[in-house]
């Protein structure tokens, strides 16, 4: 599959997600099954992890749950609610556990303690408590904000209300799960259409009298802010909740290896339709809440913990047709179109088959009888086919050998690091004018992870574009409203909206301008690195001028986390006077604010590079703390660099030798930990 296939297959699952968060999180109305929302998950977070260009706004791995409602007040939440990494198998789980003991550099003999919890589908919600009173309950909303819900969970019975423990902190966040137990629901199962469904739309009652009437519970499992925090483990915590007066899951359990999780795992599948509430999986947490604490967080969800879902479900169509879709980057994507069959309760239409490569090795043809699994993906993905109901006139799918949008020759493009040519076929869109790519561009534009410009989602973009209202990012900021106002669907107060959507996008960080560009494997993290560097936009359009733009390219290399793939991109993108004409128009219609840094910490203005393992913490765990100080972290020495740090297991002889002859200080393990007077709390 090309690049560009691949960008507008994951856009497209973009859209679907964002399409099901708004329908689960707002209108408490999931129109898919938990099972195929976590998949899609699963493959976009998949898809990113394989191509490190793709990054999007409403991507799971950045966005927590939804906008929260205006019905009800927004008040932010002291710490965030994150959302969980999801595992779907024994992998996923040996991979997650690999991940935290090299984190933390943590051999395999160490053993490390979770607390194995059932996954509960309800309503998260958040209960503040000052000197053991009730005072604010909040949804989870978009995970940094929620919604205003208090009064509406002082209804329910299992929620106390007041506390008086000489153990109980002055200050606790409760974090928990709102939903209805099935025997309840039973009850009022012709007001909804599920539990969560009434879990969520009565909590939404703008009546606490209202939400009165439906038999909802609270089970609490997590906290957020804790003044002063008496416990040391998830599992003591667990059990201060008990003593405080929460109901806890019964059937938490400790476990530490991957045997004794997935017997746990398949116990409680076996049990599920016998438990009196839905749940589809179980949380695994590291028990320790100082591991907890360095293992930290990637983007919204935590290292420390994961969902681990329970199994997908399939079932047989024929496919009808196979259509090829143009993505942002160009890559081609074919999607099968079927015939609809409803699989757990979803009725589906549409397969992907990922790339070339994956119809030939399948063998995939028009007519097929195929197994479909849906499993966390939107568009579902074919398994296998049923040759044995195949028609014997069915003829081998032949891939366009020309882009579908524009007729450029498709190529695979070599792949550097794996020495071959990447399964991707793509459209090279040499004169940058291939229109799908063009309007792909302007959805990644306007996303939230971009400009976030509220209410432009994918159908009006493919409105604005058939009725050739917009081609190229600024002339978002040239649209005449008056014009959308008479438009079929539109009015003078949704025109309006939008307007003041637009406008308040124009102020935006120099990091989300970089990323909303949209240049090729530019994603978020890269983007904040660049902006890191350059600071502002002035320094940044230096990139506009061929002389000086070499120079800066020269520097980039340096920057840990921008290889030669993101040097050539960005070398690629502006050597266009295309692109440097779209990005210039672009600016003069935006207010880019200076990229903020951390002005105190004790690597505050200092580059460092790392060289060899460490034996008391990981590289990864070493470069946060060196961000979080304030410093910056570079691939390669240079007479920038304050610091090398040489790790006991196999430095680098170059990197120490060409930090010796520029004469930068260089640090073994001992005088780093010195330096971050740290030693106490990892020995």
């Known amino acids: 599959m090309q690049k560009k296939e691949i960008e507008k297959f994951y856009i497209k699952k973009i ?34 992890k394989k191509y490190k260009y793709l990054k999007n706004e409403n991507s799971p791995s950045i966005k927590v749950g939804y906008k929260p409602s205006d019905k009800f007040k927004k008040v932010a939440h002291d710490v965030p609610m994150l959302s969980l990494s999801n595992a779907f198998s024994k992998e996923n789980i040996k991979d997650f556990l690999k991940k935290i003991r090299n984190f933390l550099n943590i051999k395999d003999s160490e053993e490390i303690v979770f607390s194995a919890e059932p996954k509960i589908d309800g309503i998260s919600a958040s209960l503040k408590y000052l000197d053991g009173i009730f005072t604010l309950g909040l949804s989870r909303g978009d995970g940094k904000t929620g919604e205003d819900i208090t009064n509406n969970l002082k209804t329910i019975q299992d929620i106390p209300k007041k506390i008086q423990k000489p153990n109980f902190p002055k200050v606790l966040d409760v974090r928990g799960e709102v939903y209805i137990s099935k025997l309840d629901f039973k009850k009022i199962t012709k007001q909804f259409a599920n539990p969560r469904n009434a879990a969520g739309g009565s909590l939404r009652q703008k009546d606490p009298n209202e939400t009165k009437k439906i038999p909802l519970k609270f089970v609490a499992y997590g906290f957020g802010i804790v003044e002063p925090k008496n416990f040391k483990k998830q599992s003591e915590y667990l059990e201060l909740l008990k003593e405080w007066g929460f109901n806890t899951n019964s059937l938490n359990k400790l476990v530490s290896t991957i045997e004794e999780i997935e017997k746990n795992h398949k116990e409680i599948e076996n049990q599920r339709l016998n438990i009196d509430y839905d749940l589809d999986g179980l949380v695994y947490k590291v028990d320790s809440i100082e591991l907890q604490n360095r293992l930290g967080s990637v983007s919204n969800s935590p290292r420390w913990a994961i969902a681990h879902k ?25 999607v099968a179109k079927i015939e609809p069959i409803n699989v757990g309760g979803v009725v589906v239409s549409n397969a992907t088959l990922h790339n070339e490569d994956e119809i030939n090795r399948k063998d995939i043809r028009v007519g097929d009888t195929v197994c479909i699994q849906r499993a966390g993906d939107v568009i579902p993905q074919v398994l296998y086919v049923d040759k044995r109901k195949r028609n014997k006139n069915g003829k081998k799918f032949k891939f366009p050998d020309k882009c579908p949008s524009c007729g450029s020759k498709t190529v695979k493009e070599f792949n550097y690091t794996t020495k071959k040519k990447d399964a ?18 302007l959805k990644h534009f306007v996303s939230k992870e971009a400009l976030n410009i509220d209410g432009f989602g994918k159908k009006i973009i493919q409105n604005f574009w058939d009725l050739n209202m917009i081609k190229y990012p600024s002339d978002i900021f040239n649209l005449n409203f008056k014009k959308i106002s008479n438009l079929d669907g539109w009015g003078d107060l949704s025109a309006s909206n939008l307007e003041k959507s637009i406008k308040k996008s124009q102020k935006i960080s120099l990091d989300k301008l970089i990323f909303a560009i949209g240049i090729r494997h530019i994603g978020q993290e890269n983007a904040k690195i660049l902006a890191k560097y350059f600071l502002n936009i002035k320094k940044f359009e230096e990139l506009f001028n061929k002389e000086k733009r070499k120079k800066i390219l020269n520097h980039l290399i340096e920057l840990d986390g921008i290889g030669e793939t993101q040097i050539k991109s960005l070398e690629t993108f502006f050597s266009s006077s295309s692109n440097l004409n779209t990005v210039s128009n672009l600016i003069k219609k935006l207010n880019v604010t200076d990229y903020k840094t951390s002005k105190s910490g004790i690597f505050y203005g200092k580059a460092i590079m790392f060289t060899g393992g460490l034996s008391k913490m990981s590289r990864a765990e070493a470069k946060v703390l060196v961000e979080k100080e304030g410093g910056k972290v570079l691939g390669t020495a240079s007479k920038k660099l304050d610091y090398l740090v040489v790790g006991d297991s196999k430095p680098t002889p170059k990197k120490i030798e060409k930090a010796e002859q520029l004469k930068i200080k260089i640090l ?12 106490a709390s990892i020995n």
Do not use: H, M
């Not at 997600?17 to 099954?33: G, Q, R, T």
């Not at 329970?310 to 074919?334: C, D, H, M, Y």
């Open 310 to 334: 329970f199994s997908s479900e399939k079932g047989f169509s024929i496919i009808k047709n196979i259509e090829i879709q143009v993505g942002r980057t160009g890559a081609l994507t074919p």
């Open 15 to 48: 859209i679907d997600l964002k399409k099901y968060d708004k329908a689960y999180f707002e209108n408490d109305n999931p129109i898919i099954s938990d099972q195929d929302y976590d998949k899609l998950k699963r493959e976009i977070l998949d898809l990113e």
């Open 668 to 679: 073994d393990e001992n005088n780093w930990y010195a330096l971050l007077n740290r030693r």
């Open 424 to 441: 991707v076929t793509r459209c090279p869109d040499l004169k940058f004018n291939c229109r799908e790519i063009l309007k792909e561009k």
